[in-house]
């Protein structure tokens, strides 16, 4: 599982994985339910019970943390109080949720059924890989087999084979994922899933969906970023120019925004594939290596949380902000922690100059990208009713997240 953070909500219907299989979109939806179980150093509450501990004073802003009991928050003159309930960073902005019962492909609508398959499906629902929703259709393919289209209101059709489905444009046309002969490449379809034609056969990466501007992102065989809707593509930037290798990692930020990064470096693109701001990432720690990178974009700058490596699993995160128009980044923080989950959660979420952050090993730290100010609010975190040891990492489990309020 991957981390995500709070200024960029992920719709579990709508989001695609990393891999070049269109995992399902609605897959990240256990990654709220991950969140539930990170921890940190520290002495943990074990129960629900009322006791509160302090919080530093000096806060810019109240800051909540949700665990397994309930919503907190610590105030700026230190005192910590229970609160009203707060929407998750993760929430999903979809109408529309999708699964498999009694053999049936269903689509929910705020709780209610919208849409059900005629046809019995007896692949088991992990093996539901990829959907794209419009607003009155549906299309979804299960593994490596056919691709199935259905207005709501009709009866499926499978329009394809070895095809995921990616997004509905905002013409109404399907783009999808073609696999063909070990490569893979983009395919569009009209809005009844049907004439096919292939717009790219071949990608150096794999297809990211921005689902912003119902768009697909890819790398094409001369390395250059590109974004389509099947119809017209935008040649974005060069990523050897940018000093990146096909294989990049991409992501999608807010407003049509692009991050990029690998183990050595990041860049953060305009829509229009201008740079926002780039930096190399400082030294790691000896036997560590930089991995997968988290963003927090605002107006004028950057944040980027870079997860730290070893051969013994993931070691701690360092933590970066770099104004727009720069080259070089700032190091905040380094994080460093003998973490043994699943996954490393992270949520980052601005205010004003001050980033708030918070992870896997609860540690939370407001930090003063323009005054160089440090707030540790890991302790209070670690107090909190809810938050446990885990006993087989021996690490403190329980809080979900921390954001501003």
Not at 25 to 42: D, F, I, Q
Not at 93 to 111: A, L
Not at 336 to 349: E, K, L, Y
Not at 363 to 374: E, I, M, N, P, Q
């Amino acid at each position: 599982m991957r981390s995500t953070n709070a200024n960029t909500p992920v719709d579990p219907a709508e989001v695609h994985g990393r891999s070049e299989d269109v995992p399902i979109r609605g897959l990240l939806s256990a990654l709220a339910l991950a969140a539930a179980a990170t921890g940190s150093e520290g002495q943990a509450a074990s129960s629900c019970a009322p006791t509160l501990p302090a919080a530093p004073a000096g806060l810019p802003a109240p800051v909540l943390f949700r665990t397994a009991c309930g919503t907190y928050r610590a105030d700026g003159d230190g005192t910590v109080s229970r609160a009203h309930g707060v929407r998750s960073p993760w929430w999903s902005p979809s109408r529309f949720q999708i699964g498999v019962w009694n053999d049936h492909v269903v689509v929910t609508e705020k709780g209610r059924v919208r849409w059900r398959s005629r046809r019995a499906f007896t692949s088991p629902p992990s093996e539901l890989e990829s959907v794209a929703f419009a607003a009155h259709a549906v299309a979804f393919s299960f593994g490596h087999g056919r691709l199935w289209v259905s207005r709501f209101g009709g009866r499926e059709h499978a329009v394809g084979w070895s095809e995921g489905a990616l997004v509905w444009t905002e013409h109404g046309d399907l783009l999808t994922l073609r696999r063909r002969h070990g490569r893979n490449g983009l395919a569009v379809r009209d809005r009844n899933g049907l004439h096919p034609r292939v717009i790219a056969r071949r990608m150096l990466n794999y297809a990211l969906v921005d689902d912003a501007t119902r768009t697909v992102l890819y790398v094409n065989q001369s390395r250059t970023l590109v974004r389509t809707d099947g119809r017209s593509k935008q040649f974005l930037a060069n990523l050897a120019s940018l000093g990146f290798a096909p294989s990049a990692t991409l992501q999608t930020l807010g407003g049509g925004m692009v991050g990029i990064s690998s183990d050595r470096r990041l860049a953060v693109l305009h829509r229009d594939g201008s740079v926002f701001a780039e930096t190399d990432f400082p030294a790691a720690p000896l036997g560590q290596r930089h991995g997968w990178t988290n963003f927090a974009v605002t107006r004028d700058r950057v944040a980027a949380a870079v997860e730290l490596s070893s051969p013994n699993g993931i070691g701690g995160e360092d933590i970066l902000v770099i104004r727009a128009g720069e080259t070089s980044g700032t190091l905040l923080a380094r994080e460093q922690s003998p973490w043994a989950g699943c996954g490393w959660i992270v949520t980052m979420v601005w205010h004003g100059d001050w980033l708030l952050y918070s992870d896997s090993v609860v540690d939370v730290l407001a930090l003063d990208t323009a005054g160089g100010g440090r707030i540790d609010l890991s302790r209070t975190a670690q107090q909190l009713p809810g938050v446990r040891t885990d006993e087989e990492s021996g690490q403190p489990v329980g809080l979900d997240f921390a954001v501003w309020g």
